[in-house]
């Protein structure tokens, strides 16, 4: 059964594999260490979170921590509580502004990672 969060979740991964080189992790809650938000993500260089939320549904104490914890690391959180939220188009003009406005010569290509000692 889909729930009204899932919805939210499934439509924000739409948007985010329209990005090349965007790192995501969505951590599956098992009760083993510290908790945090939804999603944990960066691209361009550039650190940043997602909740997300069933229509209504505000953030939990603990997700409000965590999103002012990432806040005062300068990373930056959209909480998305609707497929039609006005969010999803705050993350799609974020991200688009990375994406025209960094440049990428720091980048590290996979290969050059495999050959870094430990």
Not at 6 to 15: D, F, G, I, P
Not at 24 to 31: D, I, L, M, S, Y
Not at 57 to 64: A, G, H, I, S
Not at 71 to 90: K, N, T, Y
Request: charged share 30%; glycine share 8%.
């Amino acid at each position: 059964m889909t729930t009204p969060e899932n919805l939210v979740k499934a439509k924000t991964r739409q948007v985010l594999a329209e990005y090349d080189g965007l790192y995501t992790h969505w951590p599956v809650p098992a009760g083993f260490g510290k908790r945090t938000i939804d999603c944990l993500a960066c691209y361009r260089g550039r650190f940043f979170g997602i909740e997300t939320k069933a229509p209504g549904k505000k953030p939990t104490l603990n997700q409000v921590k965590t999103i002012r914890d990432i806040e005062l690391a300068m990373g930056r959180v959209f909480v998305i509580d609707d497929v039609r939220s006005p969010v999803l188009d705050e993350l799609r003009e974020w991200l688009d502004g990375l994406r025209d406005g960094i440049q990428d010569d720091h980048r590290i290509s996979p290969d050059q990672v495999a050959r870094r000692p430990i």
